[in-house]
């Protein structure tokens, strides 16, 4: 499963996720879908008393592995789905453009919540519904190769989109915008943020392209916190 | 400024509208943008202790008070923008498909959050972000007149989006979804859930065609509560 690369489409995702993350220090932080362990060393950068990383690639997991020797980072080759921690775990649970790879979000709702303390944060951001409602993810183009605009369609209805990134083929699950903020408030969250993103000035700058970033949002972040 | 028509594609909305709305009996209800006054003479048919519907079209208010003689309603011509009444008067407020025509909604949450009681829900509808980005608020057509999909552009550029409704000239104001959501939990309301219109069984059944409203959400409902 290919993910995005920090500093490429990534950059517009993390620039704003960081804003809805809490103040990380002293906490015990859960990353599903994590990957490399980008976020896992990020959380011990901002001085977490633990990090707990899940991710289901073997590979992903062992890479994790090897760019780290912090005993207080460790990393469990699971599925998001499969995840069976204690009660109250953790005090922040993240996850970085994952759960649009899982069939059932109301599921990953119901698993963070019992692994979160009471009070405790969930933030997350997936592909924007807008973009994953087509199997085709990807601008409606002019004769001329220009992009028109973003093409919408199937939004209502949910499930498998079969897609393909630098020529691979990759399952998603697209689900509506309320999908996830009701999921969320069904488990018991309570809704603090929601944000769709924006190309930052500095991606402006570098990449003028990037002003395309404005014509459709590629993603959406969600903070919640779990009732006290 | 044409409206809707209940039966149309006001009916899309409704229906579920009508779902977030809390009992109405014994309670003080406003309506902002009331039109006609429908949803005034509906909320008092759920018996609702009194009504106050506001418009700003002379016309329709008072077509409105034409059409009832309950003396539990009160219509008053206003701009939305511009309503000031009593600390906690209220406990529900209701809008249908209007605060797409104001420009600050922001300044909305806030008189609505002054004049409802804690506790109190705030339930409305406009048109859908999806459906508004652009001016030209259509689907996208192939050169036999299919409808190929329905194009999303500008999204991240808030403000006026200049239509038109049966050859007349509409000015919208276009936000995104997170600006809703994120104006509403600004100013202290608990978001309770989120829709996007889907057509009934119903509209299935006798018109056919609806069968596309599944494939970009035309509405957007959002029920919140005051904090307590």
Request: net charge negative.
């Amino acid at each position: 499963m290919p993910r995005s690369v920090k500093g490429l489409e990534g950059a517009g995702e993390w620039y704003i996720l960081k804003e809805l993350i809490p103040e990380l220090k002293e906490k015990n932080v859960l990353d599903l879908g994590c990957g490399f362990g980008w976020h896992c060393r990020y959380a011990r950068e901002q001085q977490a008393s633990s990090v707990t990383g899940v991710d289901i690639s073997e590979k992903m997991i062992q890479r994790a592995r090897e760019m780290t020797n912090d005993p207080l980072i460790s990393y469990i080759k699971a599925s998001i789905e499969d995840i069976d921690f204690s009660i109250s775990q953790f005090d922040v649970v993240i996850s970085s453009l994952a759960f649009h790879y899982i069939k059932s979000f109301k599921s990953v709702c119901e698993k963070v919540s019992n692994c979160l303390k009471p009070g405790g944060s969930f933030v997350f951001s997936v592909e924007h519904p807008i973009f994953t409602s087509r199997n085709e993810q990807d601008w409606y183009y002019n004769e001329l190769g220009n992009r028109l605009h973003w093409p919408v369609d199937n939004y209502q209805i949910e499930g498998i989109r079969e897609t393909t990134f630098l020529n691979e083929n990759i399952t998603k699950y697209h689900r509506t915008v309320s999908t996830y903020i009701n999921d969320l408030i069904n488990t018991g969250f309570i809704i603090s943020a929601v944000k769709e993103s924006v190309p930052s000035d500095e991606m402006l700058k570098s990449i003028p392209k990037m002003i395309d970033e404005n014509r459709r949002p590629m993603f959406l972040m969600i903070s919640v916190e779990k009732g006290k």
